[in-house]
C-alpha cells in the first residue's frame, strides 16, 4: 500500500491533477469507517482549528488525531495507491511523513505571477491586498521547499500549471520515481485559456520588485519533477491590444444596459396602470364598511357571551378543585400512615436478617464439625438391573429435601455404578438440580456424567463440558456429599454384598477427574437482550445469569456481537465484539476504546478475511484475554440457544452464525501467529 500526499497553493489546481491520477489507477481516500463518517478532508481542518501558535510553527497534535489518522489509513489499506488532495496538507508534511512510511508528496509549486492572478480573481484588487498575497506565497514555497529538501527521495515538485496542462507526462515520471505501477492509458494533453496580458504585465512588474520571491521560484523550478519553460512576459503591444479588446467588450455591455433600461420604462408604466386599479379597489372596500361595522358589532356581543360562560364555567371547577385538594390531604395522611408501618416493618425485618445471619453462622459450625451430615428428608438406596450387559451393580438413589450447598432440591433422583474404577452418575429428571438442560438433550430423560478419555467435548465429556454454572457446581457437591456420607453415616443401608469401598474409591477418581476439568466458559440462562438489525450498524445483545469461568462468577454479565458494513457491502465484513461499562466488572483491565451515542465500551473490532485489532488485544491481560476467547469459542452455542428460544424474532440467523464461526477463525489465527512468534 502506497498514499500519495498532493498540496499546494491552489486547491483547483490540486483537485485537477489528481482526476488525472485518478484516472492513471490510483484511488481517491475513503472516510473512516469509525460511529461517523470522517474524512481526510475533514481531518485537515479539524486538526489545523486546534493550532493556536504561528503558521509556520510545527503542528502539534495529541493521541485523538493519530487514531482518527489510524482510522483513515485502516479504511485505505487495501488500495495499492491512495491519494489526496489537499491544500492544508502543507502544515501537516513533517506530520505524515513520521505517521506513515509509505506516504509520499507530490508538491504543486504555482509561479508567483499565476498566485497573483488568482488573488486578483478572489477580488484582492489593491497594492496592500497583493503584497500580503504574495507574502503569503513566499512562506508557503519556503516550507514545502526546506521540506523537500529534507525529503528528496519521499518528495517531488511539480508545475502546477504544467502538470494540470500535460498530466500524462507527469504522472509516467512519478511512475518512474516511486513505482506505482500506473495504467497505460493516460490522461490526454488540455487546452488551458492564457491570462490577460494586462494583468500579467503589471503582475510582472509587481514581482520583479520582489526580487526574493523570483529566487525562490527560480530554485523550485531548478527542483522540479518534470522541468518548464517560465511565463513570457507581453510587450507593450500586447497589452495595448487587449486594452483596445476590452472597451470593446465594455461597449457591448453598455448597449445591453441601454437596452434593458428601455424595457425597465414599459415595466414601470405597467406598474402605475396596476395601482390606479389598486385605488379602485380600495374605493369599493370603503362602501361595504357599514356592513364590516355591523359585522364588529355582533362579534363584540358573542365575545361577551362568552366571557360570561367562561365565568361560570370556572367557577364551578374552583369548587372541582377545593374537593380535590381536600381528598389529597386525606391521601396524604393515609400515606403518612402507610410510611411510619413500612418503617416498622423494616425495622421488623432488620432484626429478623440479623437473627438469620447468627443462625445461618451456627449451622455452617456445626457443619464443619460434622462433615458427614447431609440435610436431607428421606433418602432410599436400592439395586437395580444394568441397562447394558458386563456392566457394574448400579444402585438407584431417590432422595427429597435435599439441599445441594444452600441450594434445597426437593427431589433428586439418579444412579451410580463404578466402572474401570470411576464412578458414573446418571441424572435423572424430575430433578430440581439441573438448571439448563443442555440444548442437545432437551428431548432425553436422563443425563450421564461419566467421563472418559479425550477433549473437554468428545463424547461423554460433552454432556459434562455443557452443565450450566448451578449445574456443575452442584455436581461438585453431589460428589462431595457422597463420599462423605458413605465414609461418615453408620445408618445407611446398602444391598447385600455390594462393594461400599468399591463405590468410594470410584467416587474419589471422580472428584479427581472434575477437580482436574479444563477451565469452561458455563452460565445458568442466557437472554436475547437488544438487537437491530438494519442500517450500517446492527448487532445482538446477550446477557447471562451466573456466568462462571474457573474460580470466577458473576450473576450477570452483558456484551454484543455486531458489524458495521456499507450499504452495499456484503454482511459481516466489519465485525466487532462490544464489552459495556457494565460489564467492566468482569475484567481486570476494562478500559473505554470508544465513547458515542452508544456509549462508552471497550471494542475489539475485526475485518474480513483476517484482520483483527491487535493493538487493543495486546493491551488486555492474560486473565480478560482467555475470558474474550472463552466467550467467542462459546458464540456459536450461545447463538443456537438464542436462536431456539426466540424462535419469533426477525433475525437472519444463518448470516449470525456463519459471523461468529468467522470472528472465531480470525480470533484463532491471530493469537496462534502471535504465541508462534
Known sequence: MKSL???????????QFAAALIAAGSTVAVPALRNEKISIAQWHEKALATQTGSPSAPVQLGRTWDQLAVDIFYANHNQPVWLWAEEKSHRFLQ???????NTHFVLMHTSP???????????????????????????????????HISQPARSVFVDSVAATKDPALHIKALDKKWLLSFQDSLPKRTQQTDEQHLDLYLINNLVQRHKYAMELHNEVQARQLVQTTQIKTPIFDQVIADHIKTKRENFKVHTANTQLEARLQIKQKELQIAL????????????????????????????????????????????????????NELLLGQLHHTQETLALNITEKNALEKTTEALQSRIKRILEDNPGYWELETLKVEQVASKEKNKEKTLQWNISNVYLGEKKVPELAFQTRTSNGVTEILLQRPMGSVEAWPLALLEHEELLCAPNQGSAYQGNNETISKLGSSDWSGLLILVKKLISYLQNT?????????????LVIGLYNLEKTLANWPKILR???????????????RYIGIRFNNLSLGQFTTSEFNYKIATVDESTATFGQHPRIEFPESSQHAFKNWFIESD??????????FSQPTAMDTNIWNQLPEQDQILVASLISNLPIQLKRLQHKNPNVKIAWKKWHTLSSDVKTILSKNTSTARAK
Open 523 to 537: 452460565y445458568d440462562d442466557l437472554q436475547l437482550s437488544e438487537s437491530a438489525q438494519n442500517d450500517e450498524y
Open 95 to 101: 506530520y505524515w511523513s513520521e505517521f506513515d512510511k
Open 596 to 605: 458515542d451515542e452508544r456509549g462508552a465500551r471497550l471494542e475489539l473490532r
Open 5 to 15: 500526499c498532493i498540496t499546494g497553493s491552489i486547491q483547483s489546481t490540486l483537485d
Open 276 to 327: 390606479t386599479e389598486q385605488k379602485k379597489n380600495l374605493s369599493k372596500l370603503n362602501d361595504l364598511s357599514p356592513q364590516i361595522k355591523q359585522l364588529e358589532t355582533q362579534s363584540e356581543k358573542r365575545y361577551q357571551d362568552l366571557i360570561k360562560e367562561h365565568s361560570s364555567e370556572t367557577s364551578k371547577n374552583q369548587k372541582l378543585l377545593a374537593s380535590a385538594v381536600l381528598e
Open 490 to 502: 453408620k445408618t445407611l443401608v446398602l444391598p447385600v454384598d455390594f462393594d461400599k469401598n468399591a
Open 113 to 147: 505571477q499565476a498566485a497573483l492572478i488568482a488573488a486578483l480573481n478572489e477580488g484582492k484588487d489593491n497594492l496592500l491586498a497583493l503584497e500580503a498575497a504574495l507574502e503569503n506565497w513566499c512562506q508557503l514555497t519556503q516550507a514545502m521547499l526546506s521540506f
